[in-house]
């Protein structure tokens, strides 16, 4: 809505800007839009995402993520003759998750703390799949959780069996921040932009990713503004038009200082 509007207003306006580019992506909470973004042919050299909340964020760091997938093969037996037999696989389940440090899960972290978030469970006595988001704006402590991942599934597989636990991790994104140092000029100047419009600005770690990020590792420096949003991925998620009028004029005030003084 934010870019709709902002198309509208630069021309009627004789708003001053140089080449200008505007692209829509899926986000990456519903797909991989990002990674097949033809950055060379976008042609430009550096770039903001509008996929934050309230007016006046501007954040340039984010998680590290990885995706965990976990099949527990177990062995069904009769529970009348079970005994010394049978291994069920949610028992299993439960035990893998009993040994992830309970202090980093989502509702006890906040800030730059890391966590293993358990998302889904499925399964019977024979088999369980569980699901895992693994998130750090640390690299080392990122990398760390994912081997406590790769430990837990040998300690159990000595227990149980060879080809009980089989994990799985796949690296989703990683944080910005090394990216977007080369050209702080873009978070410099989103600040300025902001203050000139008498929004406070937001500085935040992003608990959560971005197109961005992705963006950023394939050559186009793209920290994350604000759209106006609140309590997003919930129940009371909401936007409000007075916010994303806000937020409009931030772009628009972005675009007028890149015109005036290039960085």
Known sequence: MAQHCLVQMIKPKNIPHG??????????????G????????????????????????????????????IEIQGVSVHPGSAKNKMVNALNVAFEFNDMLPKGERPEHTEDYEGFYFLRNINGDSE????????????????EGKKATIKLIEKL?????????????????????????????????????????????????????????????????ACPNIGTGGYAYHGAFEHITAEGMDRCTGIIIEIIKGYALNRH
């Open 156 to 220: 159990l597989n000595e227990k149980y069996g060879k080809g009980t636990v089989e994990v799985t991790l796949t690296d989703r994104y990683k944080n910005m921040l090394e990216a977007i140092k080369p050209h702080f000029h873009l978070v410099e100047n989103a600040i300025a932009a902001t203050k000139n419009l008498e929004v406070t600005p937001l500085i935040i770690p992003m608990r959560g990713g971005t197109d961005g990020a992705t963006l950023s590792y394939m050559g186009l």
């Open 127 to 142: 088999k369980a799949v569980m699901a895992y988001s693994l998130r750090d704006h640390n690299r080392e402590l990122f």
């Open 19 to 32: 080449k200008i580019g505007i692209a829509f992506t899926p986000d990456e909470e519903v797909g991989k």
């Open 34 to 69: 990002a990674k097949l973004f033809d950055v060379k042919g976008f042609g430009v050299e550096f770039a903001y995402t509008v996929d934050g909340g309230e007016e006046g964020e501007i954040t340039y760091e984010n998680f590290n993520a990885a995706e965990v997938s």
